[in-house]
């Protein structure tokens, strides 16, 4: 551009005459005598450069193209038909909100009892010799109120003190769970709890199908569980492997501690648990602990961890206060090595999806501690599955 530029201040010092005469190229393109900006303007526009409304900007890099109205609205019509002092281009309401906040509303519409006014009044009734005294209502006296559609159930989670006007949305399981108390998922309906912010199951899952419907397998022999490397499920004490502690009672046990799944099932992509659930990570089973008063050192470090979380997270049956509505039962655990089943009655291990190594982590608890253990283990371990929200 700076030798263009140099033309054209050099051809400005050049007589009108001679601008005209000694080139067949006419610089001056308005014929004002002078060659200017706006006829740099003119020689851009063959190269498909434009400034329309001619205020020294590209209609390429104009961000008006025309302009402002008084409220800054391009090409706007600057109209203040309500006099309210915002244009009507840019005005959320042209005329006036009522006191229900409606434009051009009609205002509380809704009528609602504010007093029932009565009187009293008597009569002698001579067979029975004695005065009558009774009451009537005269009159009713009414407050209107702007519509307020919402929840009017004061025992719901979402209860609206404003709505005068069901809706029918009223919920009645805590708010991290969306007002749900339970839900169901592959035939059965598992409570659901809200510890800190997050939504978890308050029991262990029993699902033998992954989240599309497929099937995990199950039944595996001893020799199977402990060589496969895909996903899993068992019933402590199922088949013909040993049950070291606790019941062989497959249809007892899986109705009190749900099923053990080796940790392929859990890290499958089918999912195991329902839509808008998961099995939580190592990092959200922390969120847990602290929520129970863990310090986050104590829930990053491994072992026996914490105070008394584990107490509040037992049942009162495990010798807990259950105090977090977590509801923990020692289901026990499906051996890597051998495949039988042990620590029914005494320890309860929940998976979570994140590795370590080969390994993974999980979360642990015993009839003969109070705290929490967090540890990673073989992946071909049989545990128990919560599910938390997402």
Not at 57 to 68: E, L, M, R, T
Not at 100 to 118: A, K, M, S, Y
Not at 176 to 181: E, P, V
Not at 329 to 348: E, M, T, V
Request: aromatic share 12%; glycine share 12%; with cysteine.
């Amino acid at each position: 551009m700076r030798p263009l530029f140099a033309l054209f201040l050099a051809t400005a010092f050049l007589s009108p005459l001679h601008a005209q005469t000694t080139c067949g190229w006419n610089p001056d393109s308005n014929g004002d005598y002078l060659v200017t900006v706006a006829d740099l303007l003119a020689l851009l526009s063959v190269f498909e450069e434009a400034d329309t409304d001619m205020d020294g900007i590209f209609d390429s890099q104009d961000d008006c193209v025309g302009s402002y109205d008084a409220c800054g609205v391009c090409n706007g019509t600057g109209v203040d038909a309500d006099t309210d002092g915002v244009c009507d281009d840019v005005d959320p309401c042209v005329g006036a909100l009522d006191a229900c906040g409606l434009c051009n509303g009609p205002g509380p519409t809704v009528p609602v009892i504010d007093e029932i006014v009565f009187m009293t009044d008597s009569v002698y009734l001579p067979p029975l010799q004695q005065w009558y005294v009774f009451s009537y209502a005269v009159d009713t006296l009414y407050t209107y109120v702007c519509p307020v559609q919402g929840c009017t159930d004061a025992n719901a989670a979402n209860f609206n003190p404003l709505a005068v006007i069901e809706d029918g949305s009223c919920t009645y399981g805590p708010a991290q769970c969306g007002g749900a108390s339970t839900v169901t998922f592959d035939g059965h309906t598992y409570a659901l709890v809200a510890i800190g912010t997050q939504c978890w199951f308050a029991e262990n899952l029993r699902s033998d199908t992954y989240r599309n419907g497929e099937a995990i397998p199950g039944n595996l022999s001893d020799a199977q569980w402990t060589s496969t490397s895909s996903g899993a499920q068992a019933v402590y004490g199922e088949g013909t492997s040993n049950v070291y502690q606790g019941s062989s009672d497959e249809v007892a046990n899986l109705s009190t501690y749900g099923r053990l799944y080796n940790w392929y099932a859990v890290n499958d992509s089918r999912g195991l648990c329902p839509s808008g659930f998961h099995v939580p990570s190592d990092g959200e089973w922390m969120t847990l602990e602290m929520a129970l008063g863990m310090t986050s050192s104590q829930a990053n470090s491994t072992g026996w961890r914490g105070t008394d979380q584990g107490t509040q997270m037992k049942t009162t049956s495990w010798g807990g206060t259950n105090s977090s509505g977590f509801s923990a039962l020692p289901g026990g655990l499906r051996s890597p090595g051998s495949g039988n089943f042990s620590a029914q009655g005494y320890d309860g291990n929940w998976w979570s999806p994140s590795p370590f190594g080969t390994d993974a982590w999980r979360r642990y608890l015993s009839s003969g501690d109070s705290s929490v253990g967090r540890n990673y283990v073989d992946t071909r371990y049989g545990f128990s599955v919560r599910c938390v929200r997402d």
